[in-house]
């Protein structure tokens, strides 16, 4: 049970940024060449509500409630309803300006730092009301931390990148311990511990943005927020952050962004694909798990999407 998300009376606005083995079964995405007629069953292209995703209640991390984001007067997310399941990965993907990042940073509060941004509907987390009066924007942020799409490690040393966060919630035990387990967990200790007095800049994009991971989940967060973390690394960088992710779902549950559809094929276990509409709002289309999305998809926007017919 998570505890309710209490007024603080602090106001500095501190978010937990960057907030195996085993290898996920190959997916292969749909390259078909024809028409699908209607024995296939794809649902013509349709911006109505989707079809929801259902989970036992005590599975459930956010609810959203007909979700829709401004920035002024411009909806940039319309009516969005959906689930997102503990304990795993759950990609959003879609066409650029359909809203994925507005959407994301809604999870957590990030949108507020935006004077003309708003949203109507709920997100729930846990069952409550993240944007209900009396719920702290901060805590919001210490237990839902983001990684965002460019590393941006702090220009500070690799430790005190780690021990930021904890230092200004207040920690008290031993810091040299959450350090080290910290960047154990980011999977980056065996590269960096003789060198934790070195800047963290210094590192490599791939090394700088498991850095950031590990700076995220130093304040022990619930959930990890990924805004395409992987856009600026290198094919073998990108394979060590699906990995890691594939590892950290066992602890935290985690949502990504992503542009990658193999990324998104190899990494998560449940796909959200959004599109938009002729008023730029984006909107839900699909979410299923991701083997099922990529290779039955039940609506035609879906899968035009995933086989490159447009996007």
Not at 25 to 40: A, Q
Not at 101 to 107: A, G, M, N
Not at 194 to 207: E, I, M, V, Y
Not at 251 to 263: A, E, F, G, L, W
Request: hydrophobic share 40%.
């Amino acid at each position: 049970m998570v505890d309710p998300l209490t007024v603080r009376t602090r106001t500095d606005d501190v978010a937990a940024t960057g907030a195996t083995e085993h290898e996920s079964p190959t997916i292969r995405v749909m390259t078909t060449g024809h028409e699908l007629d209607e024995s296939e069953q794809i649902a013509p292209g349709a911006s109505g509500p989707a079809p929801q995703m259902d989970f036992a209640a005590d599975q459930v991390v956010f609810e959203l409630d007909q979700l829709s984001c401004f920035y002024g007067s411009f909806r940039a997310v319309r009516d969005i309803s959906l689930k997102v399941p503990k304990n795993q990965i759950t990609a959003l993907i879609g066409p650029s300006g359909c809203g994925k990042s507005t959407l994301l940073r809604s999870f957590n509060r990030m949108n507020d730092l935006i004077d003309s941004a708003r949203i109507e509907g709920r997100i729930l987390y846990h069952g409550v009301d993240l944007y209900e009066n009396g719920v702290d924007a901060v805590e919001v942020r210490r237990r839902i931390g983001m990684v965002f799409q460019k590393p941006n490690p702090f220009p500070k040393s690799i430790y005190d990148n780690v021990a930021f966060g904890p230092r200004v919630a207040g920690f008290r035990g031993n810091m040299d311990e959450l350090v080290e387990q910290s960047l154990r967990r980011a999977a980056i200790w065996d590269e960096v511990k003789d060198k934790l007095k070195t800047p963290g800049t210094a590192l490599s994009g791939g090394q700088q943005q498991r850095l950031c991971i590990a700076r995220a989940i130093a304040v022990e967060p619930d959930v990890i927020l990924m805004d395409e973390p992987c856009s600026a690394l290198d094919p073998i960088a990108t394979l060590k952050i699906e990995e890691l992710m594939r590892e950290l779902k066992e602890n935290y549950t985690i949502v990504i962004v992503t542009h990658n559809m193999q990324q998104a094929a190899r990494a998560s276990d449940v796909t959200a694909f959004l599109t938009m509409g002729e008023d730029r709002a984006g909107y839900l289309v699909e979410m299923a798990p991701t083997q099922e999305l990529f290779t039955r998809p039940i609506n035609r926007l879906t899968e035009d999407y995933i086989t490159g017919r447009f996007g």
